[in-house]
């Protein structure tokens, strides 16, 4: 079965840092790009940043450049969002979302985790 | 960033009817589209891609159509496990890869 299961969601102050990870399994992770998207009730889902099978190209949204970190280990089968300088407004739920391709991101996200909570605040 | 409106942001409907739900990208994306449905507490699940292309195990109701920037969802014949939220999404210019609000899809 494919799976994505994600892990490292909690309560963190203003200011201070939380990594998400993301386990895989059920399929070749090396094979195919890897999304964080999140969602809010009242921002809807937003994308936050995305991984190509090979990390030889990361990109993110401009809320989270420069503060988010999205790396991987297929060796691990395994996905992860370093998030610094946490913000009020990082609150959501993040989902880890597997590519429909390897890199070009035309096809859509068809797997995605239960998602992980993560609240932001003082 | 390319903004993607989706209308109505709901609709009531009874099983058995035609859904249909519009999806405006605010430039050309050419059919670079993906719709996705969402239930109450659950993740979403890709529906369709590349605009019209039906993902594995969906059922052949759904159908999706458009290109540059006008795109459609129908769905034929609503089933009372297609009570959901619908979302669009664009893949043509990223970063970054944008969503609609969703359309929610009530029974009647």
């Known amino acids: 079965e494919v799976q994505l299961v994600e892990s490292g969601g909690g309560l963190v102050q203003p200011g201070r840092s939380l990594r998400l990870s993301c386990a895989a399994s059920?399929?070749?992770?090396?094979?195919?790009?890897m999304h964080w998207v999140r969602q809010t009730p009242g921002k809807g889902l937003e994308w936050v940043s995305a991984?190509?099978?090979?990390?030889?190209?990361?990109i993110y949204a401009d809320s989270v450049k420069g503060r988010f970190t999205i790396s991987r280990d297929n060796a691990k089968n395994s996905l992860y969002l370093q998030m610094n300088s946490l913000r009020t407004e990082d609150t959501a739920l993040y989902y880890c979302?597997?590519?429909?391709?390897?890199?070009?991101?035309?096809?859509?996200?068809?797997?995605w985790g239960p998602g992980t909570t993560v609240t932001v605040s003082s | 960033d390319i903004q993607m409106t989706q209308s109505p942001s709901s609709v009531s409907a009874s099983v058995g009817d035609r859904v249909t739900i519009t999806c405006r990208a605010s430039q050309d994306i050419s059919s670079w589209l993906a719709w996705y449905q969402q239930k109450p507490g659950k993740a979403p699940k890709l529906l369709i891609y590349?605009?019209?292309i039906l993902q594995s195990g969906v059922p052949s109701r759904f159908s999706g159509s458009g290109s540059g920037t006008d795109f459609t969802l129908t769905i034929n014949s609503l089933q009372p496990e297609d009570f959901a939220t619908y979302y669009c999404?664009?893949?043509?210019?990223?970063?970054?890869?944008?969503f609609g609000r969703g359309t929610k899809v009530e029974i009647k």
């Open positions: 999404q664009q893949a043509n210019s990223f970063p970054p890869l944008t």
């Open positions: 590349a605009a019209s």
């Open positions: 059920g399929f070749t992770f090396d094979d195919y790009a």
């Open positions: 979302v597997k590519d429909n391709g390897p890199a070009q991101y035309y096809y859509g996200m068809d797997v």
């Open positions: 991984i190509t099978w090979n990390s030889g190209t990361m």
